[in-house]
């Protein structure tokens, strides 16, 4: 594949698809401000009441990918609008926005000590903000093409880049000098995963549909997952380490054996494209977005849909729990970002 190629790939072809986006939840909007109150009835699951809170509005395009504070007091969103976001969690003011990327904004993500917010973009690079001044700490240079995907190690000394050059790249944080760089063997790493002992990376790969693990330490891949019958587009490790899902355009989520390998289970529920994937902090539940504009919750001990969040009107690209899995955000391709807030119900 040619940078050519991907480029158009990036731009037109994915233009007309409309690969671009953060959850939105259609409410009316406050008079003269950027957040409104939602008001569909809550849904209830489990004992528990899951209600639309917060609609923030805010980015011109759509809104690619949420994250949330180790803290669970700052939100971060990204955009092809080339901005990203901070929001306070609790109220849904917007905080500041960053401005340097010259192209999409695809991936965010918290380093583990809240200090720093790692973004990855279409301009082929990776770039450090410091969270306390919003001003960027350095740019990391190295990927040839897009890049799709960002994570942290758990002791946020490294962060790893997933990229559409076929490569995932080890950065050292404190440097920004390049640790190691993998050769993925396929079109196109969609999404990065780092376990929570901070040994084996996960890489989701676009057009041969399989999930790579790899041993970070040495750089070599342990095993190679198979199973989906499309794109694999969204990886996660449950908090306990013992489970990876994996979210897959052929519209299913794959559950796989951390020690074996082994697939447990297939999911199946959403009727088009899964596009992110993310577990609860107690492991118990996992939460799945989708093109067919809704977010899924799944019971982890059955494998039963525990209930679907309606809401968008557009597709939804990202979703994450909040550290103390009382809220969930979400980013959709109608450029909102919506939080749902839980409660328990009589």
Known sequence: MTYFKIKVFTGAAIALLGFASILYWEFPLAASGAVSGGSNQPLKTLGETFSPNLTLKGHSDSVWAVAISPDGQTLASVSTDK???????????????????????????FSPDGKTLATASSDNTVKLWDLTTGLEIRTLRGHSVSVQAIAFSPDGQSLVSGSWDQTIKLWNVATGAVIRTLKANCDVVTSVAISPDGKTLASGNNF?????????????????????????????????????????????????????????RTLTGHTNKVWSVAFSPDSKTLASASWDDTIKLWNMSTGEEISTLKGHVNRVWSVVFSPDGQQIASGSKDKTIKIWRMSHSN
Not at 231 to 239: E, G, I, L, M
Not at 241 to 247: C, E, F, K, M, V
Request: charged share 25%; glycine share 10%; hydrophobic share 35%.
């Open 83 to 109: 901005t990203i976001k901070l929001w306070n969690l609790a109220t849904g003011q917007e905080i500041r926005t960053l401005k340097g990327h010259s192209d999409w904004v695809n991936s965010v993500a």
């Open 208 to 264: 041969d549909s399989t999930i790579k693990l790899w041993d970070l330490t040495t750089g070599k891949e342990i095993r190679s997952l198979k199973g989906h019958d499309g794109a694999v587009n969204s990886v996660a490790f449950s908090p306990d380490g013992q489970t990876l899902a994996s979210g897959s355009w052929d519209d299913t989520i794959k559950l796989w054996n951390m020690s074996t390998g082994e697939e447990i």
